[in-house]
């Protein structure tokens, strides 16, 4: 189902550009781009188009004008968005430390990062809104699960998606074992890629491990770790940073092996957790990287209003994007499926 207007911004063209094109890595290639192609927060106005019609159960059509206060100024008569104008705008809140006519790459990825994070709590905020039956400002599990009866949550079913399942992620979240999820708690239940709760992170890594562990021996061996996580590190690192400076496998398995048992546990995996579940913060940073390299123009590391200017399509080259962004096998996005 087409979706005239989504705020995702890391689309194809984002990966393929910077990527070597090597055959090898074509479906890892096309599997991070859809990964990618998330919602991305760059102008707040955006966002808060995109909530409004989505509050309001709205068609997301670009000629729509939506009433959201001071959004009328920036659409134009043909109900297009300005985004020369909304550029002009929103340069000298970038440009803040210090402000010298100059936006860093620090300075553009603390205003990503702080929209998507400001995203990711509008997110908790409705979902606690809607799941908080009783009113005391917490969601039990069953309030945010009422489809498991107390007969599955007793049989506790550890298979993916199940009641055991979500209970024990539940539990996770839960730091303070109240039984309910306060607001910080509830967010990294709904967002468990960006959560930095340790139990969180090794329930992640064991759900992985379950469906890449061939021999089903609760470690990864080399051949396992070569077919199901090496390329998909690669295809992050290699833009991360450059092709030449991304470890091989052999090295890479090497460095995760810390207790040298030609294995690797779901503990030494944790250093790489954000390249086998990205979370929107981690895209952020990637994002931030793919506009410095587009629209640097001169190479200083900095981005003036005029270069910005210049590109300011890619500040905005996602709000015609499809919602079919994701393949029935990208089971990174299984978790919020599940949702």
Same mark, same amino acid.
């Given at each position: 189902?087409?979706?005239?207007?989504?705020?995702?911004?890391?689309?194809?063209?984002?990966?393929?550009?910077?990527?070597?094109?090597?055959?090898?890595?074509?479906?890892?290639?096309?599997?991070?781009?859809?990964?990618?192609?998330?919602?991305?927060?760059?102008?707040?106005?955006?966002?808060?188009?995109?909530?409004?019609?989505?509050?309001?159960?709205?068609?997301?059509?670009?000629?729509?004008?939506?009433?959201?206060?001071?959004?009328?100024?920036?659409?134009?008569?043909?109900?297009?968005?300005?985004?020369?104008?909304?550029?002009?705008?929103?340069?000298?809140?970038?440009?803040?430390?210090?402000?010298?006519?100059?936006?860093?790459?620090?300075?553009?990825?603390?205003?990503?990062?702080?929209?998507?994070?400001?995203?990711?709590?509008?997110?908790?905020?409705?979902?606690?809104?809607?799941?908080?039956?009783?009113?005391?400002?917490?969601?039990?599990?069953?309030?945010?699960?009422?489809?498991?009866?107390?007969?599955?949550?007793?049989?506790?079913?550890?298979?993916?998606?199940?009641?055991?399942?979500?209970?024990?992620?539940?539990?996770?979240?839960?730091?303070?074992?109240?039984?309910?999820?306060?607001?910080?708690?509830?967010?990294?239940?709904?967002?468990?890629?960006?959560?930095?709760?340790?139990?969180?992170?090794?329930?992640?890594? #064991?759900?992985? $491990?379950?469906?890449? %562990? =061939?021999?089903? *021996? @609760?470690? !990864?061996?080399?051949? &396992?770790? +070569?077919? /199901?996580?090496?390329?998909?590190?690669?295809?992050?690192?290699?833009?991360?940073?450059?092709?030449?400076?991304?470890?091989?496998?052999?090295?890479?398995?090497?460095?995760?092996?810390?207790?040298?048992?030609?294995?690797?546990?779901?503990?030494?995996?944790?250093?790489?957790?954000?390249?086998?579940?990205?979370?929107?913060?981690?895209?952020?940073?990637?994002?931030? #990287?793919?506009? $410095?390299?587009?629209? %640097? =123009?001169?190479? *200083? @590391?900095? !981005?003036?209003?005029? &270069?910005? +200017?210049? /590109?300011?399509?890619?500040?905005?080259?996602?709000?015609?994007?499809?919602?079919?962004?994701?393949?029935?096998?990208?089971?990174?996005?299984?978790?919020?499926?599940?949702?």
């Amino acid at each position: 189902m087409a979706k005239a207007m989504v705020y995702t911004f890391l689309a194809i063209a984002f990966i393929i550009f910077f990527l070597s094109p090597s055959k090898r890595h074509d479906h890892h290639r096309m599997c991070l781009n859809r990964r990618l192609a998330h919602k991305v927060s760059f102008d707040p106005l955006v966002s808060r188009i995109e909530r409004s019609t989505d509050d309001k159960g709205l068609s997301k059509n670009i000629t729509y004008v939506p009433e959201v206060d001071d959004a009328q100024e920036y659409f134009q008569d043909d109900g297009v968005l300005n985004t020369t104008l909304r550029l002009i705008i929103l340069f000298p809140l970038l440009d803040n430390a210090p402000k010298d006519g100059y936006i860093s790459a620090k300075e553009l990825e603390a205003w990503i990062s702080q929209h998507t994070i400001d995203r990711l709590s509008y997110g908790t905020y409705k979902a606690m809104f809607w799941h908080d039956k009783d009113g005391d400002g917490a969601i039990s599990f069953s309030e945010y699960l009422p489809q498991f009866s107390p007969k599955d949550i007793e049989k506790n079913s550890m298979a993916h998606g199940d009641a055991g399942w979500w209970m024990e992620q539940f539990k996770n979240a839960d730091v303070d074992s109240s039984g309910n999820l306060d607001f910080n708690e509830c967010k990294d239940f709904l967002h468990p890629e960006d959560s930095d709760n340790e139990e969180i992170q090794r329930w992640l890594l #064991r759900d992985k $491990m379950k469906r890449i %562990d =061939d021999d089903h *021996d @609760g470690k !990864l061996n080399f051949s &396992e770790f +070569l077919l /199901h996580v090496y390329n998909i590190y690669k295809s992050y690192a290699d833009f991360e940073n450059s092709p030449a400076l991304t470890p091989t496998a052999e090295q890479m398995f090497a460095q995760l092996d810390t207790d040298k048992d030609k294995k690797l546990s779901v503990e030494e995996l944790r250093p790489i957790l954000r390249y086998l579940h990205p979370g929107e913060l981690f895209y952020a940073k990637f994002f931030t #990287r793919y506009l $410095m390299r587009e629209a %640097d =123009d001169n190479k *200083d @590391g900095y !981005l003036t209003l005029q &270069e910005m +200017l210049n /590109h300011e399509s890619i500040f905005y080259n996602s709000l015609y994007e499809d919602d079919d962004v994701y393949d029935d096998d990208d089971d990174d996005n299984d978790y919020h499926d599940d949702l």
